[in-house]
């Protein structure tokens, strides 16, 4: 198999072509951030400029059962694929490289082997994972949980947004059929690496000096829905001694989230919030709040979600307010394969062998991803890019053109050490 291209694109290049292309799509003129949301206008703009790279490069298309789109170079039935990519959704006006950095660059990466003359002994894969950010329909990676057995047709058609379309409805009004969804181990079976390049949700490799790092591990993570239920009334007449007032108990459970957070040396933020009846005169009757906790352990996370839980249901019983907690989603931690993840670090420490033989840093991270979802059912590993802001989930977020560079060669190294022996 071959992996020729007559053209011989330069993988700098095509990235900077391929990335003035889908910039302006699902950008929102105003905040200047990405709205770019499960089975909308936006989503289906950026599958048909997936669809689009990966025909201009001769890859056959297709899109899975779940949503999910890939390309393939060779013939994905004969196993042991070495598959890249990440998705294109974002979280409300989020910035652009979480998600679509690991696919520009993979396309990248496959026209810079192209260009070195790269013979392919393994077939490639280059795939989008469709609601990775679950910014629409309120639980991440539904794609690829979808597509490893960690969301059930059930669960999923159970899926509401909050203008209350279900999921099913979506996606049909997309085209798709949602009675199709579910496990596809057929396809997982056919892969033998994922190698998921992701821009850096953190300043690790800023301060190391690094542009490329290798992710050790994913922090244990969930999402859980906190509902203060009290009782609707005139905020111009009722006493404050009459009120059953449930924003007070959730502005004291969000003071504990961080409290406990701070202690436990873990993260907890109540980052979404929904209030009825949301008048400006009107003492509301329910407060709806949901808190993303993560930490470097089980242990600890469980420890720092019970002791939240247990502030708010002290707060609530004081203002009279009655409680809900739901448990929406867990991801327990991820250790990326040793041996892939050794793998890498060798290919690229060859790679770099000018720098003194520095090694390439590895480093943990507390952000869910694909990969991560996927550890369970193939070899995966993951490629960290720096982001000099830190910041991420927001339009500051950002890769220099160089370090792009960077993590498209080392993307491309990587494929060429997994696919091409």
Same mark, same amino acid.
């Given at each position: ?7 011989? *694109? ?25 709205? *770019? ?8 703009? %950026?599958?048909?400029?997936?669809? $689009?790279?990966?025909? +201009? ?5 297709? @899109? ?13 039935? $004969? ?55 679950? +910014?629409?329909?309120?639980?991440? %990676? ?6 490893? /057995? ?12 909050? /203008? ?7 996606? $049909? ?13 057929? *396809? ?7 190698? $998921? ?55 004291? @459970? ?41 930490? =470097?352990?089980?242990? @600890? ?10 502030? +708010?249901?002290?707060?609530? /019983? ?31 420490? =060859?790679?770099? +062998? ?10 943990a991270t507390g952000a869910g991803h694909d990969a991560g979802i996927l550890s369970a059912s193939v070899p995966t590993a993951m490629l960290f890019v720096r982001n000099p802001t830190g910041v991420s989930h927001s339009p500051a977020e950002h890769a220099t053109e160089q370090d792009r560079a960077a993590g498209v060669a080392a993307l491309a ?6 696919? %091409?022996?």
């Open positions: 198999m071959t992996g020729r291209n007559d053209e011989g *694109r330069d993988g700098e290049a095509s990235f900077r072509e391929m990335w003035r292309d889908l910039a302006p799509l699902g950008r929102h003129p105003a905040s200047g951030g990405y709205r *770019r949301y499960a089975w909308t206008g936006a989503d289906a703009d %950026c599958r048909a400029w997936f669809r $689009e790279q990966a025909e +201009a490069r001769g890859l056959v298309h297709e @899109t899975d059962r779940n949503g999910n789109q890939w390309a393939w170079l060779g013939d994905p039935g $004969e196993g042991d694929a070495v598959v890249t990519g990440s998705h294109l959704d974002s979280v409300p006006d989020g910035g652009a490289f979480d998600g679509p950095l690991g696919i520009v660059s993979a396309f990248a990466a496959l026209d810079e082997l192209r260009r070195r003359g790269a013979e392919f002994t393994k077939p490639l894969g280059i795939v989008n994972f469709g609601d990775e950010e679950g +910014a629409r329909f309120g639980l991440a %990676c539904v794609g690829s949980r979808l597509t490893a /057995g960690r969301l059930t047709r059930e669960e999923a058609h159970r899926l509401v947004d909050a /203008g209350g379309t279900t999921l099913p409805r979506a996606m $049909e009004a997309a085209g798709y059929d949602p009675d199709a969804i579910g496990p596809d181990p057929e *396809r997982l079976a056919r892969i033998g690496a994922f190698v $998921e390049l992701h821009v850096e949700q953190g300043r690790s490799l800023d301060r190391t000096g690094d542009p490329v790092g290798i992710a050790s591990a994913i922090w244990p993570h969930g999402r859980w829905r906190y509902d203060f239920r009290g009782e609707a009334n005139h905020a111009g007449t009722t006493l404050l001694a009459d009120r059953r007032d449930p924003m007070l108990p959730y502005a004291e @459970t969000v003071l504990a989230a961080r409290r406990e957070a701070g202690l436990a040396g873990a993260l907890a933020t109540f980052g979404k919030v929904a209030v009825e009846p949301n008048g400006v005169n009107a003492v509301p009757s329910l407060v709806r709040g949901w808190l993303d906790s993560r930490a =470097a352990d089980a242990g @600890t996370l469980d420890a720092v979600t019970a002791a939240v839980e247990r502030a +708010a249901r002290e707060y609530a /019983g004081r203002a009279g307010v009655a409680l809900d907690v739901v448990r929406e989603s867990f991801t327990p931690v991820v250790e990326f394969q040793h041996a892939l993840r050794d793998e890498l670090a060798r290919i690229l420490g =060859a790679a770099r +062998a000018e720098d003194r033989g520095r090694p390439v840093p590895v480093l190294d990587v494929l060429e050490g997994l696919a %091409c022996r």
